[in-house]
């Protein structure tokens, strides 16, 4: 029964994956989306996909709800993203035209953002959603989620190689996957590291990817300003709940602003918090234009992402979850302190 059943699962694959070649053999305009607020993950399967495409596929455009922030603009191909925000014009006619809409790393419409949501929801092209977050909604027109990935570039390489194309698949294309596995598993450390993950980089540093220019490119590029932030942040705004094993930093608008704040500077901030000894759970609030952001993590089966869509319309991952507060960054500290023991004691 076992064997039979994994024989089904694995045609079903392979169906979807020569479904969607098809799509892409027969369609004219695609385009490639991904969620708002960029990461190396939804910049990195983005581009590694488009640099595959275009190979075979005249016109096919990433269109992004937002710009790539400046750490990721070494990445061949970053800088020729369509922003909606930036350029408002030329991403909607894009929208527009498109017959094939590739939808990476999010699960829902919504995680596009408002400005863009009704223009790919009102889109008649044919729908591909290619994400490794949990609860996908029913909005594409070929599904594949499997929450148990490591990151959507991973499973950008494995839709590439169960189509039986990965001969077509090139350095650029390779050096953009390993980015996203790089920054969606913390460098290769989190539970959603795989042994399969492990193959797939080393087929990619095969395929000529320097790996170590990956690293250096992504971590070892800090401004002072940024360095000055993390060190304020830690130093002065560190915050461990009393009898928890709980920790946050929150930054207003004023102190984001005192060191020249830029898109990227607060990256890997929280994990730096969930790195002290003991801790379970961390999370970064930032004052935003439209309300509060928070950033979360946590270990040992504490799961953030019910945290976060139960208090702070959101979701994400069990250890690495987002959401947003309407409302004042006291306030979303408030909520966040009265609710959170109860996702501490259930683990
Ligand atoms: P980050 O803390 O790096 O911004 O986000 C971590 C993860 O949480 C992301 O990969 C994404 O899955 C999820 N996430 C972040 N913000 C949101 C949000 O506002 N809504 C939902 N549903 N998920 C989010
Ligand atoms: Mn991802």
Known sequence: LRSCGFFILKTAQLNTAQSIA??????????????KSPDGDSIGSSVA????????????????????????????????IVDLETKEEEAKKLIAEADLVFCLDYNEPSRVGKEM????EASAAKKVMIDHHTNPSDFADILISKPEKCSTAQMIFEWIAESGQLDALDVKAATAIYLGIMT?????????????????LAELIRRGVVHNKVHENVYDTNTIDRIRLRGYALSEKLVMLDNLPVAYVSLSFKELDRFNYRKGDTEGLVNQILGIAGMKMAVLFTEKEDGVKLSLRSKDELKVNELA??????????????????G?????????????????SQA
Request: proline share 7%; hydrophobic share 40%; charged share 20%.
């Open 309 to 326: 869509a139960d208090n702070f319309e959101g979701g994400g991952h069990i250890y690495a979850a987002g959401g947003v507060f309407h």
């Open 22 to 35: 098809g799509l892409v053999e027969s369609a004219n305009n695609i385009i490639i989306t991904a969620h």
């Open 117 to 120: 949501q009704p223009l790919i």
């Open 184 to 200: 969606d598993t913390g460098s290769f450390r989190f539970p959603s590291v795989e042994p399969k993950t492990h193959e797939i």
């Open 49 to 80: 996909l488009w640099h595959f495409l275009r190979q075979t596929k005249e016109r096919v455009t990433v269109v992004h709800p937002d710009p790539a922030p400046e750490f990721l603009h070494w990445l061949e191909g970053t800088t020729e």
């Open 328 to 344: 004042s960054l006291e306030e979303a500290i408030e909520r966040f302190v009265t609710n959170v023991p109860k996702y501490v």
